[in-house]
């Protein structure tokens, strides 16, 4: 029985061709400048973006947190969403490492930020008050439902931001989904902000690596804090490789992996006891399951060749590279038996 593995795009394997980019990459020392296949990298990405540099990094949480240090001053508050990864699932690293204070406003159902509450969550200056240091988005929303937030949501919040003189970072480790979602330029999206992170190591295949993009300064003053976070690597063009090739190849694609998240959702739509949450607008599938234990179900469906995780009450599939149209029909067909042969035998808590 084929394994079909949808816990994450994280488990993407590169492709031969992009193998063959990393073998045959030209490189040198990257914490001297000398490796010119990470020099090219971020040439590429800070052009696609449309930004005037960038910095590869070891992953997204790396990226995000070598943002808000050089964004912020220690003791700083960093508006984030209830539901953003960066809150919920990078260790308190900003916190921990960075002594910033992250003050958490309301996701709504869509990912976004209410502007009129994160105007309220702006601190006035006074000696007793923590001081706003920067507004944190994220695009598309993972755990909101890999949900794509537009350009009037980030022109809303670039205004205020502008209005009170506070910079913009977005987490857009799956930036990519967004702009193919939208069928825009990913330059469009991040324009409103000021710096980026995006994640090569996820939909586009990567084996390792993440991107940050903002200004030269910006970038230049991150770059001290990636070597403090242990982020300096060396002959990392063996990565940069892979993410060159990426950039050329994989990202028209990604609308493959959201075609096939449609297929699985309008599948498991009409399965008794399954609904969406919410009907996916990019490669994540969130569904729930009346009846079932959710830890129970998963186990149940890894018997039968189905992996995946349960998070927040709810199943998650994520389509990608190495995910085909068949192989979503054939997950929604177990998944199917699996609820069939055992109404009433995994009972919550059971
Ligand atoms: C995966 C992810 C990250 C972190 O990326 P890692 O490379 O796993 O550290 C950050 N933000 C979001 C929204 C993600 O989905």
Same mark, same amino acid.
């Given at each position: 029985m084929r394994t079909i593995d949808l816990?994450?795009?994280?488990v993407t394997l590169p492709s031969s061709e992009m193998r063959k980019a990393m073998a045959d990459a030209e490189l040198g020392d990257d914490v001297f400048g000398e490796d010119p296949t990470v020099n090219r990298l971020q040439e590429m990405a800070a052009s696609l973006l449309g930004k005037e540099a960038a910095l590869l990094v070891t992953s997204g949480t790396q990226g995000n947190l070598a943002a808000l240090l050089t964004h912020c001053r220690r003791g700083d508050e960093v508006i984030v969403g209830h539901l953003s990864h960066t809150l919920?699932?990078?260790? !308190?690293g900003a916190s921990a490492l960075g002594g910033l204070i992250m003050k958490a406003v309301r996701n709504d159902a869509n990912g976004r930020l209410n502007p009129g509450e994160v105007r309220a969550a702006m601190r006035p200056s006074d000696d007793h008050f923590a001081r706003t240091g920067l507004i944190c988005l994220e695009n598309t929303h993972n755990f909101c439902g890999g949900t794509v937030l537009g350009e009037e949501d980030l022109a809303a919040v670039r205004d205020l931001a502008d209005d009170h003189h506070l910079p913009v970072h977005i987490d857009g480790a799956r930036i990519f989904n967004a702009a193919v979602s939208l069928n825009i330029p990913v330059s469009r999206l991040v324009a409103f902000a000021d710096s980026i992170t995006f994640c090569l190591s996820k939909g586009l295949g990567c084996p390792v690596g993440s991107v940050l993009c903002g200004s030269r300064e910006f970038i230049e003053e991150a770059r001290r804090y990636r070597k403090m976070l !242990?982020?300096?690597?060396?002959?990392?063009g063996i990565l940069a490789a892979a993410g060159l090739y990426a950039l050329d190849n994989m990202v028209e694609r990604l609308a493959e992996d959201q075609e096939n998240a449609r297929i699985a959702a309008e599948a498991l739509a009409e399965i008794p006891g399954i609904a969406l949450?919410?009907?996916?607008?990019?490669n994540l599938v969130y569904f729930t399951v009346e009846g079932w234990d959710l830890a129970a179900f998963v186990r149940r469906l890894a018997e039968e060749g189905i992996l995946c995780f349960d998070e927040g009450g709810r199943i998650r599939w994520v389509t990608h590279f190495g995910i085909e149209r068949a192989d979503v029909e054939e997950a929604v067909a177990r998944l199917r038996s699996v609820m069939a042969a055992g109404i009433g035998l995994h009972r919550a808590g059971v």
């Open positions: 816990r994450s795009d994280t919920n699932f990078e260790v !308190g !242990g982020g300096g690597m060396r002959q990392a949450a919410p009907p996916p607008q990019t």
